[in-house]
C-alpha cells in the first residue's frame, strides 16, 4: 500500500554479542575501552589489535574482520571526541549513520548495534539508535516501483546486559514510534511533486491514518476553499485548473483522554506540493528540488504517526496540512492583487514566491478561531519558508521564533533543550518590531504587505518578518500579552534542517516536538 511502513525493520533487544543470527556488529563509541561489559572483552581487544596497524582507526568508520563476533564482520563507527565545546550528541547519530551504511555495503541484512549509556548525553542511546534507523529508510518511490529493494535490512539487534535490558527494551519501543513518524514525514516531504501531488498525500494520509485513533477529515472543495481561505485560494488558483493539481487542507485530530485534556497543540504545516514561484517565477536553474517545500505539512503528519503509536495522556492534538501547488499560467495569482484574509485583513501581494505564508496564514486564523475555546493551547506553524534562514544558520538548524505569550512560557528555549538532547537541534530567533513594521501597509489601500521582491536571503531579517506577517494577517496581533486572550504562538521555519538536496529528508522537527510534548506523556 502507498502508505506502507514496512521497510522498518524489527528491532530486537540482544543479551548475547555472540548470538548466531546477526550478520554484522556495530559499535558506538568514542573510546572503545568505555566497554567495560566482560561479554564485550573479545570485542574490545579486537578494535585494540587493529588500533595498532592504523593510526587514523578513531577517526572513520573501519571494518574489521575478526574471530571476536560469529559473522566475521565487526565495524567500528567512532563518535569522535565528545568533551569539546562544540561536541553535542549528534556524533553518536552521525556515528551511527555512517556504521550501518558500512554495514549494508558489506552486506549485512541483520546488524547488531552496540552502544552504551554516556553520561555527558542522557539520550545518546536512544540517538544512536535513530542513527541508524535514518540509514536504513527507503524512499516511498522505490518500495512501491522496485520491491526487490524496499528494505535494505531484516532486523535490527540493539545490545544489552541483564541490568540495562529493561531500558533498552523501552528506547525500541519509542524508537519505533518514532521512526515511523520520520518514515511518513520523509515519503511525503521527499517524494516528487506527481506522487505527492495534493489528492495523492490525501490517499496516503487516510491509508496510514486508517483503524488508528488519528481522525482525518478534507476540505477539497474550490469553491469553499476559496471562501474559507482566501489567501490559499489565491495560490491555488493557477493548480485548481488542473485536476490533478488541486489544492487540499487536510485535517488531522489527536485526543488522549478528552475528559482529562491538560494541553491543546495546532500545527499548520506548509504543503505546497511544487513552487515554481507563480508570476514571480524562479528562474535561473533555481526551480530544482522546489518538490520538497511541503516538509511542513509532512511533519505535520510525522508528528500524528508518533501520536498514534505512543498515544500520549492528556493532550490533544489538531493538525492541518496545507496542500496545495503553486503554479504558473493565465490563471496565477500576482504582484499587487489585494485580498481580504479570513481574518478581514487586506494583505497586498508583493511577490508571488511568497506562497508559503499565503497558504498558511488562514488556515491559522481558522485554528487561532479553536484554540480561543481550548484548554491550554499552543499555535504552531512549520514551513521550509525562507532561504534566508539558511544564511543565517546553515542547513542542519530549525529555526523557532516565539510571539509574546510563548515566551513568556519559554517555548522557544524548551524546545531548543530537547532538540539538543535529541539530535534534532534548533535556533532561536526573536521577533522584534521591525519586523511587524516591515509588513505593515504602504499605502491607504492595504492593511498589510505581504512580501517585498528581494529574495529572503538578501533581505535584512529575511526569516523573522514572515512570522510577523502570519500574525498580522490572521488576526494573531489582537491575541499577544497585552490581550485578555492571549494565544502562544510559534514560527518554525525548517527549510535548512528539512534535509538536503540531492537526499533524503531528515524528518525534522518532529523528534524535538515529540520530545517536549509526547514523551513525557506516555
Same mark, same amino acid.
Given at each position: ?15 548475547? !554479542? ?34 595498532? =596497524? ?32 562544540? &561536541? &553535542?550528541?549528534?556524533?553518536?547519530y552521525d556515528a551511527a549513520e ?31 539508535? @535513530? ?9 516511498? /518511490?522505490?518500495?512501491? &516501483?522496485?520491491p526487490s529493494r524496499a528494505s ?7 545490545? $544489552? ?7 533498552? #527494551?523501552?528506547?525500541?519501543? @519509542?524508537?519505533?514510534? =518514532? ?41 477539497? &472543495? ?18 485548481? #485548473?488542473?485536476?490533478?493539481?488541486? %489544492? ?16 491543546t497543540l495546532f500545527l499548520v ?14 528562474? %535561473? ?46 490563471? $496565477?495569482?500576482?504582484?499587487? /492583487? ?26 491559522? $486564523?481558522?485554528?487561532?478561531? #479553536? ?18 534562514? !539558511?544564511?543565517?544558520?546553515? /542547513? ?18 524548551? !524546545? ?10 534548533? /535556533? ?5 518590531? +521591525? ?11 492595504? +492593511? ?44 518554525? +521555519? ?21 520530545? #517536549?510534548?509526547?514523551?513525557?506523556? $506516555?
Amino acid at each position: 500500500m502507498g502508505g506502507s511502513l514496512s521497510e522498518l525493520p524489527e528491532l530486537v533487544p540482544c543479551l548475547d !554479542i555472540n548470538d548466531p543470527q546477526f550478520d554484522g556488529v556495530v559499535v558506538v563509541t568514542d573510546v572503545v575501552e568505555k566497554l567495560v561489559d566482560e561479554t564485550l572483552n573479545k570485542v574490545v581487544a579486537a578494535v585494540q589489535e587493529y588500533a595498532e =596497524v592504523d593510526s587514523t582507526f578513531n577517526e572513520d568508520v573501519v571494518l574489521i574482520n575478526t574471530d571476536a563476533v560469529p559473522s566475521k564482520r565487526l565495524i567500528f563507527a567512532p563518535t569522535g571526541p565528545l568533551n569539546r565545546d562544540y &561536541d &553535542d550528541v549528534r556524533r553518536f547519530y552521525d556515528a551511527a549513520e555512517k556504521g550501518i551504511k558500512r554495514a549494508l555495503k558489506a552486506g549485512c541484512k541483520k546488524p547488531l548495534l552496540v552502544s552504551i549509556e554516556e553520561k555527558s548525553f542522557p539520550k545518546a542511546e536512544n540517538v544512536t539508535t @535513530l542513527g541508524c534507523l535514518s540509514a536504513l529508510y527507503v524512499p516511498l /518511490e522505490i518500495r512501491e &516501483d522496485v520491491p526487490s529493494r524496499a528494505s535494505k535490512a531484516e532486523v535490527v539487534g540493539i545490545w $544489552c546486559n541483564p541490568n540495562s535490558k529493561e531500558r533498552v #527494551q523501552k528506547g525500541i519501543v @519509542l524508537a519505533k514510534a =518514532v521512526e515511523a513518524g520520520r518514515i511518513v514525514t520523509r515519503d511525503i516531504g521527499g517524494s516528487d511533486p506527481e506522487r505527492m501531488a495534493a489528492p495523492n498525500v490525501v490517499k496516503y494520509v487516510e491509508e496510514v491514518f486508517k483503524g488508528t485513533c488519528i481522525k482525518v477529515s478534507v476540505n477539497s &472543495d474550490q469553491e469553499q476553499l476559496n471562501k474559507d481561505y482566501p489567501l490559499y485560494g489565491a495560490v491555488n488558483r493557477a493548480a485548481s #485548473q488542473v485536476s490533478r493539481h488541486r %489544492g487540499r487542507v487536510i485535517f488531522l485530530e489527536y485526543t488522549g483522554e478528552e475528559k482529562n485534556t491538560e494541553k491543546t497543540l495546532f500545527l499548520v504545516g506548509k504543503g505546497v506540493t511544487y513552487d515554481t514561484g507563480g508570476a514571480d517565477i524562479k528562474a %535561473g536553474g533555481v526551480m530544482a528540488g522546489m518538490h520538497r517545500d511541503k516538509c511542513g505539512a509532512a511533519a505535520v503528519a510525522g508528528f500524528f504517526k508518533i501520536l498514534s503509536e505512543m498515544k500520549p495522556k492528556g493532550l490533544k492534538v489538531v493538525g492541518a496540512m496545507a496542500m496545495v501547488r503553486n503554479s504558473v499560467g493565465s490563471n $496565477c495569482y500576482v504582484a499587487d /492583487e489585494i485580498i481580504t484574509s479570513r481574518a478581514g485583513v487586506r494583505v497586498r501581494v508583493g511577490n508571488t514566491d511568497a506562497e508559503g505564508r499565503m497558504a498558511m496564514a488562514d488556515v491559522l $486564523c481558522h485554528l487561532k478561531e #479553536q484554540a480561543l475555546s481550548a484548554v491550554n493551547p499552543q499555535l504552531f506553524t512549520i514551513a521550509t519558508l525562507t532561504g534566508h534562514v !539558511i544564511r543565517a544558520y546553515g /542547513e542542519n538548524y530549525s529555526a523557532i521564533l516565539d510571539n509574546g505569550p510563548a515566551r513568556i512560557m519559554n517555548n522557544a528555549q524548551n !524546545i531548543q533543550e530537547m532538540g539538543d538532547q535529541w539530535a534534532d537541534p534548533f /535556533e532561536i530567533s526573536t521577533l522584534r518590531r +521591525d519586523d511587524y513594521d516591515f509588513h505593515r501597509g504602504k499605502s491607504e489601500y492595504e +492593511d498589510v504587505l505581504q512580501c517585498n521582491n528581494t529574495p529572503s536571503s538578501g533581505t535584512a531579517r529575511g526569516h523573522q518578518t514572515p512570522a510577523a506577517f502570519l500574525i498580522e494577517a490572521s488576526g494573531l496581533e489582537k491575541h499577544g500579552k497585552d490581550s485578555d486572550k492571549p494565544l502562544p504562538y510559534s514560527h518554525l +521555519d525548517i527549510a535548512g534542517s528539512s534535509g538536503p538536496f540531492p537526499g533524503v529528508p531528515t524528518g525534522a522537527p518532529i523528534v524535538a516536538l515529540a520530545a #517536549q510534548f509526547v514523551f513525557p506523556r $506516555c
